[in-house]
């Protein structure tokens, strides 16, 4: 084999391992991105989650007890219902926001497919 053949194919694999470190260091990077969206995201929802239950509650009780010893049974339904109404409003508040997001790793799925179509003939 000749030297300048052995000198090109060893540029291509060079190339291609260059490449591939690229891809994969976009890929790291947007891991640690969707990562530190979720653990924020886990972390932000659940202190919201404690801190309006508590919240609610302590307004229910409040309502509740604020009613006459008559209305107190009704009280207590309405705040249960006022309840169950505001969970099925966030619950599809939530299940829209998932289906909007973006998929994970659009980029380096992106620069994988735009790789496959360049070396493709």
Same mark, same amino acid.
């Given at each position: 084999?000749? /030297?300048?053949?052995?000198?090109? =194919?060893? !540029?291509?694999?060079? +190339?291609?391992?260059?490449?591939?470190?690229?891809?994969? #260091?976009? %890929?790291?990077?947007?891991?640690? #991105? #969707?990562? $530190?969206?979720? =653990? /924020? /995201?886990?972390?932000?929802?659940? $202190?919201?989650?404690?801190?309006?239950?508590? +919240?609610? =509650? %302590?307004?229910? %009780?409040?309502?509740? %007890?604020?009613?006459? #010893?008559? !209305?107190?049974l009704w009280a207590s339904i309405g705040v249960a219902a006022a309840f169950f109404l505001v969970a099925g409003v966030l619950a599809w508040w939530l299940r829209r926001a998932v289906e909007v997001k973006p998929r994970a790793f659009e980029a380096t799925i992106s620069e994988l497919q735009r790789d496959l179509d360049a070396i493709r003939p």
């Open positions: 084999m000749s /030297t300048g053949l052995l000198e090109s =194919a060893q !540029n291509v694999l060079a +190339g291609i391992l260059d490449l591939g470190r690229t891809r994969f #260091e976009l %890929f790291g990077t947007e891991m640690r #991105e #969707e990562l $530190a969206h979720l =653990a /924020t /995201t886990v972390l932000g929802g659940l $202190a919201v989650l404690m801190l309006a239950a508590l +919240g609610l =509650a %302590f307004a229910g %009780f409040a309502f509740v %007890f604020a009613m006459g #010893e008559e !209305n107190r």
